[in-house]
């Protein structure tokens, strides 16, 4: 449909313009130091560069696992299809605090990275293994910039995605009331909300 007026625009206030980007696909970052392991969803991740080949991964700093990836200096990232959801949620509400593997705290089974023996997710459809390049604090959060050392996917992908066999999350935001739930959608039209089982 094709649309001759803008009558219909409002104003969105600017707290929100990020929804206007939804729904994205989410990525986990995993990062193993001092012996834990680590893991935190990111909605905000982008390519930044071919060459060197850079990654971009908006975190927020007061979390556990951004803390470690900067102990680290390598960390991975992993791309989950939608029936893994429910593990994504339980994932973002779960602190690294105290766990040894927070992955396999919520069910998620992982190996390590060849290039840089950090966990990766054995489920995921595909992962990166970076080096930690640069990092800048913009506002509420810190850009993490990633150097790609190694990038490993399943059969799916090959030179793009096939989506008819492909299926990825997509995030949609979170519901805005008292039962407070995180809102996943699917290419091929499922949407799922997942309670929130604590709203710190």
């Not at 995605?161 to 699917?186: D, H, Q, V």
């Amino acid at each position: 449909m094709r649309l001759n007026t803008i009558r219909e625009w409002r104003d969105i206030e600017t707290s929100k313009v990020h929804r206007l980007f939804y729904p994205q696909v989410p990525v986990v970052v995993t990062v193993e130091f001092e012996g834990q392991i680590g893991g935190m969803p990111a909605i905000w991740c982008t390519p930044l560069s071919f060459d060197p080949p850079l990654i971009g991964v908006a975190l927020a700093p007061d979390h556990k696992t951004f803390k470690m990836l900067m102990g680290a200096r390598t960390f991975g990232i992993n791309w989950l299809e939608y029936g893994y959801a429910k593990e994504l949620a339980r994932l973002g509400e779960t602190s690294a605090n105290g766990l040894t593997n927070k992955l396999t705290s919520v069910g998620l089974k992982t190996f390590k990275g060849k290039k840089t023996t950090q966990p990766l997710i054995e489920q995921s459809s595909a992962n990166l293994e970076c080096r930690l390049n640069q990092n800048y604090r913009v506002g509420t959060h810190e850009l993490v910039v990633g150097e790609v050392l190694s990038a490993s996917a399943r059969s799916s992908f090959d030179k793009y995605w096939n989506f008819t066999r492909y299926n990825p999350i997509l995030y949609a935001g979170t519901t805005e009331n008292k039962k407070k739930a995180w809102i996943f959608m699917s290419i091929r039209g499922k949407k799922t909300k997942i309670p929130y089982t604590h709203t710190d």
